[in-house]
């Protein structure tokens, strides 16, 4: 079966914007079409509900359990791309990694002394980011019922020349590179909490696991929600990638940051323009409870599943270009003092 997108779309190798927005809007296949379930995506996922309730799986989860699961299976039996079918083998090992055996004594110290040795192994292991906060229980998916108390979280940074690419499968491959790199800190991680005596339950992209990911991340300081629905952090921008380990072991939680990057998105469009299927939309919006940035699943998926995964958002978005992050983070820091003095 012949792929619709006409790879690559966007190739940047030197870091300069070479994206054409398509000519022709992106019409969702017929194909696909008949496969969506008679509830739209944006009503499982809570667009429009004022109230704060658990959210549903979707997609990327086990397809019985989710309404979209007829979709999610077309897509998981077209055919791959060698890149990305390589970066897949690339992870089995990953995947069949076992956790070590639980010692019988938990290791005794203070939350803080524990949370600074866990960020020091989590950044020792390979994580670019590691931050700690309490599970919420309307993070965890329906369906799902976890005991732990808190969620350590794992940002994996992604190589921007790569990611740049999107959508081509060059892209892709990186991303579930990193994905796999997320999934072994995050076992590693676990592993190393259980020969301290603490349970660690490890999980890591791009599959769904039983909470959600990016919420915990906001909470936990790695930045704050952009527009095409990925974190911005004040780093690495959006070229980032997620994973975690659930834990009781003793811990102290990190604080959310601000500077200044959701009052970027207000003025920026840069994403709203690129994606192809016109999913990303120009204002906030009330989604179980809380009103922020939202992607439209519906527009999304069908282009996602065309290309195997898309990012083509995030391959766009300014603030994901090496060195763009700290620089705009000190720039909108000016700003913000300069109108405070005012
Ligand atoms: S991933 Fe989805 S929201 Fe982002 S550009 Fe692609 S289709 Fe649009
Ligand atoms: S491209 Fe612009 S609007 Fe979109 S997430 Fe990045 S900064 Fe925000």
Redesign the pocket.
């Given at each position: 079966m012949e792929r619709r997108c006409d790879w690559p779309r966007r190739v940047n190798k030197s870091g300069t914007d070479d994206w054409q927005p398509p000519a022709e809007p992106?019409v969702a296949p017929q194909e696909q079409r008949d496969l969506f379930p008679d509830v739209s995506g944006n009503a499982i996922n809570g667009l429009g509900e004022s109230t704060v309730r658990r959210p549903e799986p979707i997609y990327h989860h086990d397809p019985e359990r989710t309404r979209f699961g007829a979709l999610q299976t077309w897509f998981h039996g077209l055919p791959g791309h060698p890149l990305i079918d390589q970066a897949r083998r690339d992870r089995i090992p990953i995947m069949e990694e076992q956790l070590a055996p639980l010692a019988p004594q938990p290791e005794q110290r203070s939350p803080a002394d524990w949370t600074a040795v866990v960020k020091e192994q989590a950044r020792a292991l390979g994580a670019e980011l590691a931050g700690i906060t309490p599970l919420r229980p309307e993070w965890v998916f329906e369906g799902f019922e976890i005991t732990q108390k808190w969620v350590v979280v794992l940002g994996i940074a992604m190589d921007y020349v790569e990611q740049s690419t999107?959508?081509h499968p060059r892209s892709i491959a990186e991303v579930v590179r990193q994905y796999g790199r997320g999934t072994h800190v995050a076992k590693r991680l676990a592993s190393w909490l259980r020969t301290k005596g603490w349970d660690g339950l490890p999980h890591g992209g791009p599959e769904a696991g039983p909470i959600l990911m990016i919420p915990p991340a906001l909470a936990c300081g790695f930045g704050e929600l952009g527009k095409?629905?990925s974190i911005i952090n004040r780093d690495l921008g959006s070229c980032f990638r997620l994973a975690y380990v659930l834990t009781d072991v003793p811990l102290v939680a990190d604080a959310p940051d601000a500077f200044g990057a959701d009052e970027f998105c207000m003025n920026c469009r840069v994403?709203e323009k690129?994606?192809?299927?016109?999913?990303?939309t120009p204002t906030k919006h009330l989604v179980r409870g809380e009103t922020k940035w939202y992607?439209?699943f519906d527009?999304?998926?069908p282009?996602?599943n065309d290309?195997t995964?898309?990012?083509?958002?995030?391959a766009?978005c300014p603030w994901s270009r090496p060195g763009v992050a700290p620089n705009l983070t000190k720039k909108l820091a000016r700003r913000r003092a300069r109108q405070d003095a005012a």
């Open positions: 992106y999107a959508p095409d629905g994403c690129a994606c192809p299927p016109d999913a990303i992607v439209d527009k999304c998926v282009y996602f290309t995964g898309c990012g083509i958002c995030i766009v």
